[in-house]
């Protein structure tokens, strides 16, 4: 007979298993509560991947906002496999089209892009005339990269009456108005964009309209908040490079330095920013860096516009051969950019009135005013006028160009420089010397050549008289 401590109580088994559930559950409950702490961690919850640079291009050309080249590339080489094999597919055919064109404006390479764009866009419309805003507004896109405003204007104008919703069109428009030096326009433009839309490339397009009014103020808070916000390393390098242009137009060099150098830290190809920084630091005495700087910016994005610069550097550090090279390249680029339909005619008067043939350059700038009269022109063809020996004339473009009865709201260094000259050219030296005076308060390293001239006429001129001229009478000081 067994004995009764030999026999299992049924109680005691029992035990252990409720021992083990009790384990069990406890370390369930641990594992939910760690599980709860280190989840945020773990690999359900981590970052999904940053897109292709394909589809990052795609969202930026689409979305109105800077594209980085290398995703452009990728989709380029996407939409023009689709087209090919899908010759029907006109919204692929638009995005190819606007790819091209934002290629073209990155790259400078206007000939090699500009003409695929307008087939691919035109492509587009053939295979789709009736609700297809996007061509149209590629169109637009072409038609200001070119500075062709009319045509801007009236692709874009097409482009809302397909489709009055669609918000960046507006911008295409604002370029347009502004180039055509309807401010007024712009002004309303921006406001039906404003009602429409917001975000980071909405702001940076009114800070253009601001600072094209003088608020420079407000143009720099909202590039600020454009930059903080943007999508994109090749977005947010934009902004800030625009933030940079406003920080030396006000003559505030390191701040300047600041967001160019920014800038080209997140995308090494935005080349304005480049080209930005070697002003600067220009004005900050650097010139071996200023000079390495425009090299590097034109290397990549060949533009007259820094070749005149750099030009003029040359010139203002007595390499007279060096600053010639650069001229030269000037005119052999402004002829490259014709084969691509950009209208050069701007830069090239500008050129030509302080370096080479100023009745040449009155002739092209005086077409230029003809065909789309804004404040850019207004001011080179007055300093062309000045430059040919045409002073009654040309201070009347001067004071279109900065006078606010005119719409000359613009604070720009140059333009008030400009008038100054021609003033003092025309015996009036009371206003020549306030112009002179605005143009180096505004920025006084605005020109390695101007500004010392600027500062040249005003010791010419002397001290002011004690008492100012009359009021509306702006004579002899």
Known sequence: MESQQDTPDPADRRRPRVGRRVLLISVAACAVLVGGLLLPWGPADRPSPAPAPGAQALTAVTGGVPAALPGLAELIREREARVRARPKDARSWAVLGAAYVEQGRRTADAAAWYPRAERALRTSLKVRARDNAEALEGLAALANA??????????????????????????????????????????????????????????????????????????AAALSDAAAAARSPAEQAAWLERAGQLAWERGDREDALRHFRAAVRLDPDERAAQAGEARTLVALGRTTEALNAYRAALAKQPLPQYALELGELYESLGLAQAARVQYDQLRERVRGAAAGGVDDALVLGRFEADHGDPLAAVRGLRAEWRRQPGIAVADALGWALHRAGEDEEALRFATAATDKAHGGTVRSALYAFHRGMIERGSGLNWPARRHLEEALRINPYFSPLDAPRAREALRALGEPPAEPPPSGEEGEG
């Open 146 to 219: 070119r500075r062709d405003f009319p045509a801007a204007l009236a692709w874009g104008e097409a482009a809302l009456k397909q489709d009055r919703e669609r918000w960046t069109t507006y911008p295409q428009l604002l370029d347009a108005y502004t180039g055509l030096g309807d401010y007024k326009a712009a002004g309303r433009t921006l406001d039906r964009l404003l009602a429409l839309r917001s975000g980071p490339a909405v702001l940076a397009r009114a800070a253009a309209v601001y600072d094209d009014r003088g608020r420079r103020e407000d143009a």
